[in-house]
Nanobody, 123 residues
């Protein structure tokens, strides 16, 4: 079992930055693909980005490409999401998740989920 805990969310002005962290416990995440998803009020949970087990491969949804950067530190059992040039439409609860698939963009492909952290971007 892998337990995931997100942190780093908050309120930021448009154009600002936040760095989210996802700390894992219970088991190492070094063999998992790790992903970030987000869910805005009244909307479906959507894929944001994933990173493969070694960090050598990433995949971003188009609207965040060039603004968000995912990274991981397997030695610390932690994953990160650096979010720059934030927009009001980025406002959502952000979730981290772990998948045993090498490439995973669907919620159904993820085995473990965190509880989420709120990101609010004020215009």
């Amino acid at each position: 079992q892998v337990q995931l805990v997100e942190s780093g969310g908050g309120l930021v002005q448009a154009g600002g930055s936040l760095r989210l962290s996802c700390a894992a416990s219970g088991s190492t995440i070094s063999s998992y693909t790790m992903g970030w998803f987000r869910q805005a009020p009244g909307k479906e949970r959507e894929f944001v980005v994933y990173i493969n087990w070694s960090g050598s491969s990433t995949y971003y949804r188009g609207s965040v490409k060039g603004r968000f950067t995912i990274s991981r530190d397997n030695a610390r059992n932690t994953m990160y999401l650096q979010m720059n040039t934030l927009r009001p439409e980025d406002t959502a609860v952000y979730y981290c998740a772990a998948s045993h698939y090498p490439q995973a963009t669907g919620t159904f492909e993820y085995d473990y989920w965190g509880q989420g952290t709120q990101v609010t971007v004020d215009s």
